[in-house]
C-alpha cells in the first residue's frame, strides 16, 4: 500500500518538463550497456527491434501526447510528435511492424522494464531507480 502511495504521490507532483533529461532504461540483467543513437532510432521507427547483440526487444513508449513522449522524438529523431505519429499511422496500415507498446506514465514503463529482461524504454532521468540499467541519455 505504501509503495502504491508512493507512486501516486510521484505521478501527481512530477514536473514534467520539455527539457528535463531523458534516459533510454533497460533491465538490469540486460547484458547491453551502451546504444548509439542511430540503434535507438531503428528501435523505435520499428526498422530493426533488436539490441545489438542481437536479442529481440520489447520497446515501450507513451501514449500520444504524453508530455515525454514529443521531446524524446525531437531529440532523437529531428522529427515533431505530430510527424511520428503520422509515421506510425503509415506503418501500421503495411501490417509490418507494429509500434512500440505504449503506457501512460514513467512509473508504469519503470515498474515492466524491471520485470521484462528484453524491455527497453525511456522516463526522465531523475526517475531512473537502481532496478533498471541507463544505456542512453538525452541531456537537456
Do not use: C
Request: charged share 15%.
Amino acid at each position: 500500500m505504501g509503495r502504491l502511495l508512493s507512486i501516486v504521490f510521484v505521478l501527481i507532483s512530477y514536473p514534467f518538463s520539455a527539457t528535463a533529461d531523458i534516459a533510454v532504461i533497460v533491465n538490469k540483467d540486460n547484458p547491453v550497456d551502451s546504444i548509439s543513437q542511430r540503434q535507438l532510432i531503428d528501435m523505435y521507427m520499428g526498422k530493426y527491434v533488436a539490441f545489438p547483440n542481437g536479442d529481440m526487444a520489447v520497446t515501450y513508449d507513451y501514449e500520444k501526447s504524453h508530455p515525454l513522449r514529443g521531446p524524446f522524438f525531437l531529440a532523437l529523431t529531428g522529427r515533431n510528435e505530430s510527424q511520428i505519429n503520422a509515421y506510425w499511422s503509415r506503418i501500421k496500415f503495411s501490417g509490418k511492424v507494429s509500434p512500440p507498446q505504449s503506457f501512460s506514465s514513467p512509473s508504469a514503463i519503470l515498474e515492466n522494464v524491471r520485470n521484462i529482461p528484453n524491455a527497453i524504454g525511456y522516463v526522465p532521468a531523475d526517475f531512473v531507480t537502481g532496478d533498471v540499467k541507463v544505456i542512453y541519455q538525452i541531456n537537456d
